[in-house]
């Protein structure tokens, strides 16, 4: 009954929280832009120079530009809404020819922009004769480079509605492998989610804004770390040496030597991200992506533990209603998301190198490389989770906590323990989860906040509390996300994400593969 009534309530939240809110007023609008490199189909480090481009806005015509010698270009624009950009085909030298896409078709492309967008757009040239030998790519890339597996149009999507070009059998494959990968990526985020509900029946509100975190953190990391990056780093090995003391030794330490222990830990990462806060910049270091996301990943899972060990279970010792602790994480929530705001700022970035790509051809279906390594890692993380809770003690424990809390703790389990460890898998999926999206999607301050959303609709419809209904949620919530641009506008890919949620409360409360609860 206890479930049931959360879940009511957890989809009544994601209702209020999913509709948008009013339009932004004139002046909070501008800096928005489209702009794009067009490289040289024989050597991809070269632009070609001297491309005309024209931007219209219905048929009037806003803008101009022209590439440079690099093959960058930009156009200004008025503000937000859509725009078609008209490729001058005399202007292109003529051992090149445009290359025809979903995109790109009879030398126009489409963008919706968004306010604040500085959207970049992919215009690709093939080698003259090359161009009519090879079936046109309908590489269903967006605005932003990515396959249309990017998060709602109100973020940064990209343009995979009814008007692109192409057959429908078409549209329909590249849409269906960008719904597998914007599915994928919120079945990863949602495990962690999912399993904290079952293990304490508490839906944590700054899952989200954990997200941001680690692609934030990838973010700092892969492109330089110093300063404020090694500060931040030498805090959470603090943080994390606390943890793991608390973890191993809290029955086997008197408290008072613990306690000491644990702040020793706590203060010693201070007094070193001082230290090499006042060194600054001299201390520089940078890692691969891949680098970047394995710490990214750690700091998420510090970060998770941390919550669970010094608010949450302090909370629950307490005895503190879980209304009252739903109001605290969001609380935290908003905590976290401002921190990320003060310590990254407002702007709007991307992952160095992983932009502009070229298409895979797989068939009907052509995705940038980026986002076949995104979709063939979150599968293994899925299949390796599944592994974990199917055939590992922990996992099973994880599971037992999950489906009966008391009777775990009478059986002989730690269930403190295996609580901890739960808040730690999920921060760290939840920071790899950030770090995936943040390859085909603009990183900034409330990313995770908007993806929370969809989220909540994944755990809700595959069944609230179980590892496996996050995952077939994820995927089902993505697919029917990306398939709904087919008929209708990319805006409504969350109204329709939410609409099959409420069908399945209506359905079948429990989810997919949650099970039924007797009442009284």
Known sequence: MRTRLVTVLLALITAILVIPGPAATADEQGGESLHGRILNPQDRDQGVEGILLTVFEGGDEIAAAETGPDGNWEAELPGPGEYRVV??????????????????VDGEATAEVEAGDQRPLIIALDVAGAADEDSPSPSGEGADGSDGGDAPADDDSVETGADSGGSFGDRF????????????????????????????????????????????????????AAGMGNSLLAIFLGLAGAVLLGGFFEDRLPRATLVVAQWSAILLGIVLATVLGVMGDSVG???????????????????GAGMERYIWRPLRHRNVALIQMFIVSIGLALVVRHVVLVLFGAGRERYAGYQIQDPVDLGPIALPPRDLVVMGVAVVVLVGVACLLQFTRIGKAMRAVSDN???????????????????????????????????NQIVEYEMGFRLLLLMFAAVILGGLGTAYGAMVGGLAVGLVAMLSTLWFPTQMMQAWALALMILMLLVRPQGLLGRRERVG
């Open 285 to 303: 270091w940078q890692v691969p992506l891949w680098g970047a996301a394995v710490i990214a990943v750690l700091m998420g899972g510090v970060l």
């Open 173 to 224: 494959a590249q849409l269906t492998a960008s719904g597998l990968l914007y599915g994928l990526v919120i079945a990863v985020s949602a495990i962690g989610l999912s399993l904290i509900f079952g293990t304490t029946k508490m839906i944590n509100f700054a899952h989200g804004d954990m997200v941001t975190f680690g692609a934030m953190i990838a973010l700092l990391f892969s492109t330089g």
């Open 405 to 439: 809390r008391d009777l775990a703790e009478s059986s002989g389990i730690d269930v403190d323990r295996v609580t901890l460890y739960v808040w730690g898998l999920g921060g760290g999926l939840a920071a790899l989860g950030g770090v995936l999206y943040g390859l």
């Open 87 to 104: 490729v001058d085909q005399e202007s292109i030298p003529s051992e090149f020819a445009l290359r025809e896409s979903v995109i790109v």
